[in-house]
Nanobody, 127 residues
Framework: QVQLVDSGGGLVQAGGSLRLSCAASGRTFSRYAMGWFRQAPGKEREFVAAISWSGGNTDYADSVKGRFTISRDNAKNAVYLQMNSLKPEDTAAYYC????????????????????WGQGTQVTVSS
């Protein structure tokens, strides 16, 4: 059983920064790509960023490119999301997710290709 524990959310003013963390356990972390998704009230869960199993490839939603950076530390079984220049529209619950396929040859933005999820951490950006 894989467990993902999200942390690092909070309340921040527009223009500020937060760093989200996700701690993984239960399987060989380094074999799987990881992603971050978010869900605002009344909206569907959407892709934010993803990183390949090796850390060599990343992908971002257009809305966060240039502001957010995803990274991973395979020695610590952790993935991070550095969020800078935050905007009120970034307000949402953020979830880390683990890819269902080991050594996937591409980075996925598709929600259904992730089969393990963290509990979510709330990010609120005030204007």
């Amino acid at each position: 059983q894989v467990q993902l524990v999200d942390s690092g959310g909070g309340l921040v003013q527009a223009g500020g920064s937060l760093r989200l963390s996700c701690a993984a356990s239960g399987r060989t972390f380094s074999r799987y790509a990881m992603g971050w998704f978010r869900q605002a009230p009344g909206k569907e869960r959407e892709f934010v960023a993803a990183i390949s199993w090796s850390g060599g490839n990343t992908d971002y939603a257009d809305s966060v490119k240039g502001r957010f950076t995803i990274s991973r530390d395979n020695a610590k079984n952790a993935v991070y999301l550095q969020m800078n220049s935050l905007k009120p529209e970034d307000t949402a619950a953020y979830y880390c997710a683990a890819d269902s396929t080991p050594f996937r040859g591409r980075v996925s933005s598709r929600l259904y290709e992730y089969n393990y999820w963290g509990q979510g951490t709330q990010v609120t950006v005030s204007s």
